[in-house]
């Protein structure tokens, strides 16, 4: 059982250009989204989070939107670079317990100088 | 400040061994958790902390064992080794059960 569905599997742009992925949830318990940045070789590190009270936040050039009605939400990348080049988790929490996240399968976007 | 320091992180098994993936800390972080990346697959949960002493199964335990008797570690043991049990291995903890999850930099592990 799949609880966060997150496409596309690959993406691939040019410099300057907005990449944008995409995640669904099916349990309407989860509270909290974060997005996950992972460059080849290391670990996971939070990139932006939104919980449900927000439909739009924004940290630099990362963009998370929510729409909680469609239970749906992505991340864009505006002004892409290459150094963004990594693997993107969407991720899914509830009740407090942002340990225990369930993440979507991951996103490898590689941008193009 | 070293964060999350995760030991080995390349390892060979033949199946049916046994061995421990280190996992420490150095935030005086409250809880901690394992997870397990394959291709294609994500993250998927393991086994969870909420402090020493506490813990807790996540999504596919079947096959770890795990304890907490210090603040600072959580070792993961697999019991006898498969080669289903192939894959990176990540701790991660965070201060709050509410706050931001930091990683290490995984345990490849190799099962044949």
């Known amino acids: 059982q799949q609880q966060v569905k997150q496409s596309p599997q690959s993406l691939i742009v040019q410099k300057g250009g907005i990449p944008i992925i995409n995640c669904a949830y099916e349990?309407?318990?989860?509270?909290?989204f974060p997005w996950y940045q992972q460059f080849p070789g290391k670990g996971p590190a939070l990139l932006i989070a939104?919980?449900?009270?927000?439909s739009e936040k924004k940290e630099g050039r990362f963009t998370i939107s929510f729409n909680k009605s469609a239970k749906q939400f992505s991340l864009h990348i505006m002004d892409s670079q290459p150094g963004d080049s990594a693997t993107y988790f969407c991720a899914a929490g509830s009740g407090g317990s942002n340990y225990k996240l369930t993440f979507g399968k991951g996103t490898l976007l590689t941008v193009n100088p | 400040n070293a964060g999350v320091t995760q030991t080995p992180k390349f390892q060979v098994l033949k199946t049916g061994q046994s061995m421990t993936l280190q996992c420490a800390q150095d935030m005086n972080h409250e809880y901690m958790s394992w997870y397990r990346q394959d291709p294609g697959m994500g993250l998927r949960l393991i086994h969870y902390s909420v402090g020493a002493g506490i813990t807790d199964q996540g999504e596919v335990p079947n096959g770890y064992n795990v304890s907490r008797s210090t603040t600072e570690d959580f070792p993961l043991r697999l019991l006898s080794a498969a080669p289903s049990q192939t894959s990176v291995y990540f701790c991660?903890?965070?201060?709050?059960?509410?706050?931001?999850?930091?990683f290490g930099e995984g345990s490849r592990l190799t099962v044949l």
């Open positions: 939104i919980r449900p009270d927000v």
């Open positions: 991660a903890s965070s201060y709050t059960s509410s706050g931001e999850l930091f």
């Open positions: 349990n309407t318990a989860f509270d909290y």
